[in-house]
Nanobody
Framework: QLQLVESGGDLVQPGGSLRLSCVGV????????IGWFRQAPGKEREGISCITRSGGSTVYAESVKGRFTISRDNAKKTVYLQMNSLQPDDTAVYFCGADWGCGSVPATQYTFWGQGTQVTVSS
């Protein structure tokens, strides 16, 4: 069993940056690929990014490519999502999830996932 805890969400102005963290609690964190997805009110869930177990491969949604960067530190059981050039459309609850691998596009469903962290982009 793997538990995931997200943090780092906040209120930020358009053009600003945030770094989200996803910490794994329990064993075998480095057995899993970790991804991020987001859910905004009235919108469909959107897969954002995914990183493989070793961190050697990543995938991004077109909507965030060039602005967001995913990385991981398995020694700290943590995956990060660096978000730059944030826009109001990025406002959502951000979740991290764990699964056996990353697909060719970021997934919206995972075997394990956390409770989410709120990101609000507004002036």
């Amino acid at each position: 069993q793997l538990q995931l805890v997200e943090s780092g969400g906040d209120l930020v102005q358009p053009g600003g940056s945030l770094r989200l963290s996803c910490v794994g609690v329990g064993s075998a964190f480095d057995y899993y690929a970790i991804g991020w997805f987001r859910q905004a009110p009235g919108k469909e869930r959107e897969g954002i990014s995914c990183i493989t177990r070793s961190g050697g491969s990543t995938v991004y949604a077109e909507s965030v490519k060039g602005r967001f960067t995913i990385s991981r530190d398995n020694a700290k059981k943590t995956v990060y999502l660096q978000m730059n050039s944030l826009q109001p459309d990025d406002t959502a609850v951000y979740f991290c999830g764990a699964d056996w691998g990353c697909g060719s596009v970021p997934a919206t469903q995972y075997t394990f996932w956390g409770q989410g962290t709120q990101v609000t982009v507004s002036s």
